[in-house]
């Protein structure tokens, strides 16, 4: 579902991509498909920022933040940047333990499979909010 909004953006409407990726997270959410919902709902708000912050009723259905706390955010910023438990428990003063509870419960409030599915969905995340 999220490729017809890559196919637009490849052709240059960022607009029909925002609303195309918007509607591909609601079709997921529907189907109760978290991580895909978003992942999609996120390339919304980040194709939209491109777009002068242009806001369209599909985006502003499918807008929903992201579960995680400030916590489980961080780690999954340190898992995109290559970091192993025992590594991002040494910088955080917690051990590899807790941050694998952390990445758990992160992963499933998101519906994400893999650390690398959770890394990438909130380094979206993150440039969309800072876009």
């Keep these: 579902m999220g490729a017809i909004s890559k196919d637009f953006e490849e052709m240059g409407d960022n607009l029909a991509a925002v609303d195309a990726a918007a509607m591909a997270a609601i079709a997921y959410r ?14 919304a708000k980040a194709l939209s920022a491109r777009c002068g912050g ?11 933040p992201l ?5 489980e955010r961080e780690i999954a910023l340190l898992i995109g940047h290559g970091a192993s ?6 910088r955080l003063y917690l051990s590899a333990r807790t941050i694998g509870n952390h990445i758990y419960k992160a992963m499933k409030k ?5 650390r690398e599915e959770l890394a990438a969905l909130v380094s979206l995340s993150s440039r969309a909010d800072r876009d």
């Design 30 to 43: 529907r189907q109760n498909l978290r991580g895909k919902a978003y992942t999609c709902a996120e390339r």
């Design 54 to 64: 242009a806001d369209t009723p599909m985006l502003r259905q499918a807008r929903d």
């Design 110 to 114: 998101t519906g994400t499979t893999s």
């Design 85 to 90: 438990n025992t590594e991002i428990g040494a």
């Design 67 to 71: 579960p995680l706390t400030d916590r």
